[in-house]
């Protein structure tokens, strides 16, 4: 009698705490998806049967192979040009880890017999954060700091006191500057606000080019619709010498090889950190890779710590536009400038 | 309670689950020829249910509200594989996102033309007396929630016809004395639909809404003819799921335009799917076709 009476306060009451449970556990909340921790991928990839010896999972191992590709030896060639302050203190193993960062040759054996081993459609689960999302911003940068053990090879901390001999407005309260932007290692060229650059009719060269070959090692990651659009070596743009006035941005230069190339290139103006931000390059989007997907830049050699419309760039210069799968820690470029 | 048409007089159960289908595939099906075939069969019945009101409204608000949707999309959106040119902006232009902008255009449309119909046949009366004893506060809210811009408009006509006679509607005095009026009118409107809320509370309350044992007159039938209708339903509605489950509906607009391919069985899920939508248009044609001959046969 009283279970008749009040069957649907009790009813009502379970359902709604059934239909919230089941939303929470769907929504990416579920104890297994909060608790991966970002060697799982590729660690798993690497317990399927590799017989290349080179463990690219690991980005921290030195390279063995660094000086057979080219755009390791690029980043070699690269290191020289940097002021020996900078090479000199991080030692030896710089350029080994710039290697690894840069996907060595070998990897690309074993990249391209991984994905027809498994199918991509059957891993997107389990990419970070599921596919609708869960993870907070910190969070992603907390994950790709554990990953990288701290800041990317080759860089050192921002130089306060020659950013600011240079004439970087620094407020010494939050120790950035007005559009947010750390001061940036010694040595390195200072951020040059588009308004303020003077382009002038100065012909200059510098190399230019995108790759997306972090993806072919978490092609599980990837959005089953984008799988077609990976080429097989992940090169988009293979490095083409452009042509550029000087005065120009990384950004001018992108988006006019991109228009003379036909490659499709979305970006988006944000005004706080005064800079174009690129969306997507070749229809391969920011997240099509997992949460910590996206487009970043290195011009030579060193990721920087600001947006590409404010890199003026220098003759000769060269720029590498390259997708990351791990907020930079792939292609090691996580923190530019250092911790 | 009048019915607008055959298919109003229908048990409610079978008119809710006409709507819920249609409504959720139409929302889920980004076909083509799937959102092709929902707005074409949406404002067929509501031409059917409303006459020219309906052709009207759809010209006058339909129209120009899906040729936004279709701009809008290109505007801010620049994916897809065929870059026609490039904006203003400097980001491209893409075939896919107009395509896209379009179906979204359609889609929207549909679902508006379809929620017109649900309001002329699902009347309050029968959503109360589907949900009534399930979720009383629920349905009664909704039922008063839904109903309350009709009445609402209603109630403004009479308001301002009553200010009018005193010489205090909007269409007097100087723009100062028009807005004191039309502020004064507004003010009565509130007052009247809160006090209205409160009454219609207290008479369901006085009558014993929502209490265990309460038992409603209804003169609904569940008979052989909603039995049928609800095996043709189940069937559609079954049949087209499966469809969309093994990917017979696909269709994706980015990176670049690819659908399910034109197979007899792929076409078969859109013919079903049309004829689930005319199903309403169908019975009352049916139906208005044996009246016509059982009056001429009296002649």
Same mark, same amino acid.
């Given at each position: 009698?009283?279970?008749?009476?009040?069957?649907?306060?009790?009813?009502?009451?379970?359902?709604?705490?059934?239909?919230?449970?089941?939303?929470?556990?769907?929504?990416?909340?579920?104890?297994?998806?909060?608790?991966?921790?970002?060697?799982?991928?590729?660690?798993?990839?690497?317990?399927?049967?590799?017989?290349?010896?080179?463990?690219?999972?690991? *980005?921290?191992?030195? #390279?063995? @192979? +660094?000086?057979?590709?080219?755009? &390791?030896?690029?980043? %070699?060639?690269? !290191? $020289?040009?940097?002021?020996?302050?900078?090479?000199?203190?991080?030692?030896?193993?710089?350029?080994?880890?710039?290697?690894?960062?840069?996907?060595?040759?070998?990897?690309?054996?074993?990249?391209?017999?991984?994905?027809?081993?498994?199918?991509?459609?059957?891993?997107?689960?389990?990419?970070?954060?599921?596919?609708?999302?869960?993870?907070?911003?910190?969070?992603?940068?907390?994950? *790709?700091?554990?990953? #990288?053990? @701290? +800041?990317?090879?080759?860089?050192? &901390?921002?130089?306060? %006191?020659?950013? !600011? $001999?240079?004439?970087?407005?620094?407020?010494?309260?939050?120790?950035?500057?007005?559009?947010?932007?750390?001061?940036?290692?010694?040595?390195?060229?200072?951020?040059?606000?588009?308004?303020?650059?003077?382009?002038?009719?100065?012909?200059?060269?510098?190399?230019?080019?995108?790759?997306?070959?972090?993806?072919?090692?978490?092609?599980?990651?990837?959005?089953?619709?984008?799988?077609?659009?990976?080429?097989?070596?992940?090169?988009?743009?293979?490095?083409?010498?452009?042509?550029?006035? %000087?005065?120009?941005?990384?950004?001018?230069?992108?988006?006019?090889?991109?228009?003379?190339?036909?490659?499709?290139?979305?970006?988006?103006?944000?005004?706080?950190?005064?800079?174009?931000?690129?969306?997507?390059?070749?229809?391969?989007?920011?997240?099509?890779?997992?949460?910590?997907?996206?487009?970043?830049?290195?011009?030579?050699?060193?990721?920087?710590?600001?947006?590409?419309?404010?890199?003026?760039?220098?003759?000769?210069?060269?720029?590498?536009?390259?997708?990351?799968?791990?907020?930079?820690?792939?292609?090691?470029?996580?923190?530019?400038?250092?911790? | 309670?009048?019915?607008?048409?055959?298919?109003?007089?229908?048990?409610?159960?079978?008119?809710?689950?006409?709507?819920?289908?249609?409504?959720?595939?139409?929302?889920?099906?980004?076909?083509?020829?799937?959102?092709?075939?929902?707005?074409?069969?949406?404002?067929?019945?509501?031409?059917?249910?409303?006459?020219?009101?309906?052709?009207?409204?759809?010209?006058?608000?339909?129209?120009?509200?899906?040729?936004?949707?279709?701009?809008?999309?290109?505007?801010?959106?620049?994916?897809?594989?065929?870059?026609?040119?490039?904006?203003?902006?400097?980001?491209?232009?893409?075939?896919?996102?107009?395509?896209?902008?379009?179906?979204?255009?359609?889609?929207?449309?549909?679902?508006?033309?379809?929620?017109?119909?649900?309001?002329?046949?699902?009347?309050?009366?029968?959503?109360?007396?589907?949900?009534?004893?399930?979720?009383?506060?629920?349905?009664?809210?909704?039922?008063?929630?839904?109903?309350?811009?009709?009445?609402?408009?209603?109630?403004?006509?009479?308001?301002?016809?009553?200010?009018?006679?005193?010489?205090?509607?909007?269409?007097?005095?100087?723009?100062?004395?028009?807005?004191?009026?039309?502020?004064?009118?507004?003010?009565?409107?509130?007052?009247?639909?809160?006090?209205?809320?409160?009454?219609?509370?207290?008479?369901?309350?006085?009558?014993?809404?929502?209490?265990?044992?309460?038992?409603?007159?209804?003169?609904?039938?569940?008979?052989?003819?909603?039995?049928?209708?609800?095996?043709?339903?189940?069937?559609?509605?079954?049949?087209?799921?499966?469809?969309?489950?093994?990917?017979?509906?696909?269709?994706?607009?980015?990176?670049?335009?690819?659908?399910?391919?034109?197979?007899?069985?792929?076409?078969?899920?859109?013919?079903?799917?049309?004829?689930?939508?005319?199903?309403?248009?169908?019975?009352?044609?049916?139906?208005?076709?044996?009246?016509?001959?059982?009056?001429?046969?009296?002649?």
């Amino acid at each position: 009698m009283w279970w008749k009476k009040n069957k649907w306060k009790i009813m009502i009451p379970v359902l709604i705490v059934a239909v919230l449970a089941a939303a929470f556990w769907y929504g990416g909340s579920a104890p297994g998806l909060q608790g991966w921790t970002a060697e799982a991928g590729p660690a798993a990839q690497a317990e399927t049967p590799v017989t290349n010896p080179s463990p690219a999972g690991d *980005a921290l191992a030195p #390279a063995s @192979g +660094s000086t057979e590709n080219p755009p &390791a030896a690029q980043a %070699e060639g690269m !290191e $020289s040009s940097v002021p020996a302050s900078v090479s000199g203190e991080s030692g030896g193993d710089v350029s080994g880890q710039n290697g690894t960062a840069e996907l060595p040759e070998p990897e690309y054996g074993r990249v391209l017999e991984t994905p027809a081993g498994q199918s991509p459609e059957a891993g997107i689960d389990s990419r970070p954060g599921g596919t609708e999302g869960g993870m907070t911003a910190q969070e992603k940068v907390d994950a *790709a700091a554990e990953i #990288a053990g @701290g +800041s990317s090879a080759g860089v050192t &901390a921002g130089g306060t %006191e020659y950013s !600011e $001999s240079q004439g970087m407005v620094i407020d010494p309260a939050a120790g950035k500057d007005q559009y947010l932007t750390d001061p940036v290692p010694e040595g390195r060229p200072l951020p040059v606000e588009p308004q303020d650059a003077e382009i002038s009719d100065t012909a200059c060269t510098c190399t230019l080019s995108i790759s997306c070959a972090a993806i072919l090692d978490h092609m599980d990651w990837l959005d089953p619709e984008k799988v077609e659009l990976v080429p097989e070596d992940g090169w988009i743009l293979k490095p083409t010498e452009v042509t550029f006035y %000087e005065g120009e941005s990384v950004f001018n230069v992108l988006q006019r090889t991109c228009k003379q190339q036909s490659i499709h290139m979305e970006f988006e103006n944000t005004p706080m950190y005064n800079s174009a931000y690129i969306e997507g390059i070749h229809n391969l989007y920011e997240f099509d890779c997992g949460e910590r997907s996206g487009w970043m830049y290195q011009v030579n050699g060193w990721f920087p710590n600001y947006g590409c419309s404010r890199y003026q760039l220098q003759d000769g210069d060269v720029v590498e536009w390259v997708y990351t799968c791990d907020m930079g820690v792939d292609v090691g470029g996580f923190y530019s400038t250092g911790n | 309670m009048q019915n607008r048409d055959t298919f109003s007089s229908y048990h409610p159960a079978i008119n809710f689950l006409y709507f819920a289908l249609v409504l959720v595939f139409t929302m889920f099906f980004m076909h083509p020829a799937s959102l092709v075939i929902s707005l074409v069969s949406s404002l067929t019945y509501a031409i059917y249910l409303n006459g020219r009101k309906a052709i009207r409204s759809s010209l006058l608000y339909l129209l120009p509200m899906m040729l936004m949707a279709a701009l809008i999309n290109p505007a801010f959106n620049h994916e897809g594989m065929t870059v026609l040119t490039y904006l203003p902006s400097g980001n491209p232009l893409t075939a896919e996102s107009i395509l896209y902008g379009a179906a979204a255009a359609m889609m929207l449309s549909a679902v508006i033309t379809w929620f017109s119909c649900y309001t002329a046949v699902m009347t309050s009366d029968k959503f109360v007396y589907l949900f009534g004893r399930i979720i009383p506060a629920l349905s009664l809210v909704l039922s008063m929630t839904l109903r309350f811009i009709p009445k609402f408009k209603a109630q403004l006509h009479v308001v301002s016809e009553a200010q009018r006679s005193v010489g205090r509607d909007v269409s007097n005095g100087s723009v100062l004395q028009r807005l004191r009026n039309a502020v004064t009118i507004l003010s009565i409107l509130v007052t009247w639909a809160l006090e209205n809320a409160i009454e219609t509370a207290d008479s369901m309350k006085s009558r014993g809404y929502g209490l265990p044992g309460r038992t409603a007159f209804s003169i609904y039938r569940f008979d052989d003819r909603d039995k049928a209708a609800l095996v043709w339903l189940g069937f559609c509605g079954l049949y087209i799921f499966a469809g969309w489950m093994a990917g017979g509906l696909y269709w994706r607009y980015y990176p670049s335009v690819r659908g399910a391919v034109a197979a007899p069985l792929t076409i078969s899920f859109q013919l079903v799917y049309f004829a689930l939508c005319l199903t309403p248009v169908w019975v009352d044609l049916l139906a208005d076709r044996k009246w016509k001959k059982l009056r001429e046969g009296n002649v």
